[in-house]
């Protein structure tokens, strides 16, 4: 129960694996202890890697209640950096929900992200997440072309499998049958595999 290092490894297998309900385990477990140990920057881990089973189990606003505390205790410990993903799962809920601060949270997210580019383990989830977010605001807005062009961008495996359906839709709406074939023989591969 109270080794972080392993529950965080585990959580990580959990999500590469795609075992939704375990890494919601590994990582909720890892959140509580380091809340009961005092471990923020433990705490910043779990609550941003919680993000990934929050968003796939439709649980929306414990994935922001989540961002946002995250977001808090990151300006708290004097670690702006670690606001970015939470900013950008923050980004693409508000572009999902077609809520009208969607660009506008976006915009900043790219501000931020210009003037302090995410580092290590944070850079591509956040450049994923801004895609996604992009695509799914030119998908509800009727680009096809531009949602697909941006989903074609993703590169996290682990993103890209639970942005699917948005990718999918895209490629098909953009009449690219051959990348929506594709892509869901890769699911299918992955749903198989699982």
């Not at 075992?19 to 140990?37: G, I, K, P, V």
């Not at 779990?46 to 990934?52: E, G, H, V």
């Not at 961002?67 to 693409?92: I, R």
């Not at 997440?129 to 941006?150: E, N, V």
Request: net charge negative; aromatic share 6%.
């Amino acid at each position: 129960r109270g080794d972080l290092d392993l529950l965080g490894n585990l959580g990580n297998a959990a999500l590469h694996l795609g075992d939704d309900d375990a890494q919601r385990e590994f990582y909720t477990l890892m959140l509580s202890t380091a809340r009961e140990t005092g471990d923020g920057m433990t705490m910043l881990y779990a609550l941003q890697r919680l993000t990934f089973s929050q968003f796939v189990a439709g649980q929306w606003v414990a994935l922001r209640d989540a961002c946002e505390e995250a977001m808090t205790l990151a300006h708290s410990v004097g670690q702006p950096a670690f606001t970015v993903a939470p900013q950008a799962w923050l980004a693409l809920l508000a572009a999902l929900g077609g809520r009208p601060d969607h660009a506008d949270r976006l915009a900043a997210l790219e501000e931020h992200v210009r003037d302090r580019p995410p580092v290590g383990i944070f850079a591509q989830p956040v450049e994923d997440l801004i895609r996604w977010a992009k695509g799914a605001a030119a998908l509800m807005g009727g680009d096809a072309p531009g949602a697909l062009h941006q989903f074609r961008q993703m590169q996290r495996p682990a993103l890209t499998l639970i942005a699917a359906v948005d990718r999918i839709e895209a490629a098909v709406r953009a009449d690219d049958r051959p990348l929506a074939r594709q892509w869901v023989e890769e699911l299918d591969a992955f749903a198989a595999g699982t």
